[in-house]
């Protein structure tokens, strides 16, 4: 059984800060991961995946997240952050099957405040 | 950008009663996904759906619940009867090939209150 770990339910930090969300995966086989933003009140929306090539991947306003298979972590990033980016994060992954619908398991999420 | 829209945003009904909750996926889609979020927690996987046929469905998708997509038209998820536990908000999404390095467009939300 695959499972996906947040294990910060909720992170602060100030406008320009840096900020890291953590995400712990266990799986042995091949799996696609994937970082999604909910703002409050909204659908999920795509950040960023990865399932082969370079650990490190970007996403959209300036995210990035980078894989590491001895971790089993999946952590992700941004330099700066914004107001704005204040949401919950989650972290999906996805069984490498293919053409049978695409079920992505999510974690618990992690609720970014950015303060001003 | 591709748009999934989900009607209504909040609906509420007795417990006991039929709900039908709808979702207009992205038009070139042919997978389609149900989610469910209590509470802001975790999304839960309900059910996905391909060609007229369910594909894979969780413990969360009770034998109340079910999905169809007649002719092109919504994507719904039917609830009946009705419980308690199934107030959430529930999600839509989609995809376009259902691979499992695809992204998924989601909805809004249908923010279900079984009273």
């Known amino acids: 059984t695959q499972t996906v770990s947040q294990s910060d339910a909720h992170v602060t930090v100030f406008e320009g800060d840096s900020v890291e969300l953590r995400c712990n995966y266990s799986?042995?086989?091949?799996?696609?991961l994937s970082w999604y933003i909910q703002h409050h009140g909204r659908g999920l929306q795509f950040l960023l995946k990865?399932?082969?090539?370079?650990?490190v991947v970007q996403g959209v306003n300036g995210f990035e997240a980078e894989f590491s298979k001895s971790d089993s972590s999946f952590h992700l990033r941004k330099a700066s952050v914004h107001w704005s980016d204040s949401a919950v994060y989650f972290c999906?992954?996805?069984?490498?099957?293919?053409?049978?619908?695409?079920?992505?398991?999510f974690g618990t999420g992690t609720l970014l405040s950015v303060k001003p | 950008g591709p748009k999934v829209l989900q009607i209504p945003s909040h609906q509420i009904i007795d417990m006991g009663q039929m709900v039908t909750l709808n979702c207009d996926p992205v038009?070139?889609?042919?997978?389609f996904y149900w989610y469910k979020q209590i509470l802001g927690q975790q999304m839960e996987f309900l059910v996905n759906?391909?060609?007229?046929?369910?594909?894979?469905k969780s413990k969360l998708f009770k034998d109340q619940f079910s999905v169809e997509r007649p002719d092109g038209s919504y994507f719904t998820l039917k609830i009946q009867p009705t419980a308690l536990e199934d107030s959430a908000v529930y999600f839509c999404?989609?995809?376009?090939?259902?691979?499992?390095?695809?992204?998924?467009?989601f909805g809004h939300g249908t923010k279900l209150s079984v009273l």
């Open positions: 999404a989609s995809s376009f090939q259902g691979l499992s390095n695809e992204r998924l467009f």
């Open positions: 799986y042995g086989g091949s799996i696609y």
């Open positions: 990865y399932y082969s090539g370079n650990p």
């Open positions: 999906a992954v996805s069984l490498n099957y293919g053409g049978s619908g695409n079920k992505l398991i």
């Open positions: 038009s070139n889609h042919l997978y």
């Open positions: 759906f391909y060609n007229g046929k369910v594909m894979e």
